[in-house]
């Protein structure tokens, strides 16, 4: 395990969440839960042991229940939405989100999971153009994000 202290906060500032992430478990989901409270194709998570996450303010906690019954608490900003983790009932293991986080650009997921609901077009992504900022600025690399 390597592990790696991340620190971030909800787009408002209402909530901060500091994490010790093990960077050999932070995955890419494409399940359809995660395209839906997302809004978008997938979400990353790290895997983060209840003892190694703090906390400061009061997410609010959607429970989604499973068709097996079983209940897991989806944490968001209740002022700005932001999404911040899902966790088992008993808040043994958070999967944090790590779009939040400073460091999300060094939380390179291991692997993907979910495939079977993965948009076909998430494979295809960097053969279309890539733009510096918005539609009509400059094209640009897609690894390094300068300009061509
Ligand atoms: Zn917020
Ligand atoms: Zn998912």
Excluded at 26 to 49: E, K, L, N, W
Excluded at 66 to 75: E, I, L, T, W
């Amino acid at each position: 395990m390597s592990s790696k202290q991340v620190h971030g906060r909800c787009h408002c500032g209402q909530i901060e969440i500091s994490a010790t992430v093990d960077t050999d478990k932070v995955m890419a989901c494409h399940c359809s839960d995660c395209q839906t409270f997302s809004g978008a194709p997938y979400r990353a998570v790290a895997m983060v042991p209840a003892a190694g996450i703090r906390i400061q303010g009061e997410p609010r906690e959607y429970v989604k229940v499973a068709d097996s019954g079983n209940k897991r608490f989806q944490a968001f900003c209740p002022n700005c939405g932001t999404q911040l983790y899902a966790a088992d009932a008993e808040k043994t293991i958070y999967n944090v989100r790590t779009g939040f986080l400073d460091a999300h650009g060094d939380l390179h997921p291991v692997k993907h999971i979910f495939g079977q609901s993965a948009v076909s077009w998430v494979h295809d992504l960097s053969e279309t153009p890539w733009h510096e900022t918005g539609p009509n600025s400059v094209l640009c690399d897609p690894k390094t994000g300068q300009p061509k």
